[in-house]
């Protein structure tokens, strides 16, 4: 069955710098997402992502965050600085076209910020 | 804008007794609800979706859930509980156009023996 995967499971950077996290949608997917979810609290909406380009964003997406369809494959969501309150488990999910239809998620990378 | 409400953030159940998760939604326009269940340490999967078809949903693991668009409710059950539904369950909701999904906060359930 397709699934959605998400690369690095875990990725730990200093404060003040830049990570990239990268997701490998469904193929036939047409709608990315990215999620996150800090640590005990509920999953938050970050951004919708389709025809190459941000359909909705959240308040939490500022100018820190960006997204990119660099390729055929790969969803990639980028934050240039990070902060501490950065660290959490991201989450990228992907649909198919066809409304309503189901998001998929991947398994997340945690992201730590020390 | 669209949200949902989970209430109780931890149930806690005996192994073979029926579970009740709560979720009630707040939204203009009709919506489509959804339950996922996180295990832990890995993402969200779908249990089960509302979409403007049958108001009683089955889904996986022998879970249900009825919209009631009279209480704005979405409540998930299961008749008999395992140890292994042990997971933090969340509801969701979103709008037709499906580009922005709002999550509950969860509801950590604990199967005791």
């Known amino acids: 069955e397709p699934e959605v995967t998400q690369t690095p499971s875990h990725q730990v950077t200093q404060m003040g710098q830049e990570v990239i996290l990268r997701c490998v949608p469904i193929s036939n997917h047409l709608y990315f997402y990215w999620y996150r979810q800090i640590l005990g609290q509920k999953v938050e909406f970050l951004v919708s992502f389709y025809n190459n380009e941000i359909s909705e964003k959240s308040e939490i997406f500022d100018d820190q965050f960006s997204v990119e369809r660099p390729d055929g494959s790969n969803f990639t969501l980028k934050i240039r600085s990070t902060k501490l309150e950065d660290s959490a488990m991201y989450f990228c999910a992907s649909r198919a076209q066809g409304v309503p239809d189901t998001q998929y998620f991947g398994p997340g990378t945690r992201l730590t910020v020390l | 804008a669209q949200s949902v409400t989970q209430l109780g953030s931890h149930v806690s159940v005996s192994e073979g007794a029926l579970v009740l998760l709560r979720c009630n939604y707040s939204?203009?326009?009709?919506?489509?609800l959804f339950w996922y269940v996180q295990y832990p340490n890995q993402g969200l999967q779908l249990l089960l979706k509302?979409?403007?078809?049958?108001?009683l949903v089955k889904g996986i693991n022998g879970f249900e859930a009825e919209f009631k668009k009279s209480e704005t409710s979405f409540h998930l059950t299961k008749p008999s509980a395992h140890m292994s539904d042990a997971a933090e369950y969340f509801c969701a909701v979103s709008d037709d156009n499906n580009n922005d999904m709002r999550f509950g906060a969860g509801t950590r359930l604990t199967v005791k023996p």
């Open positions: 509302y979409t403007s078809a049958a108001t």
């Open positions: 939204s203009s326009v009709p919506p489509y």
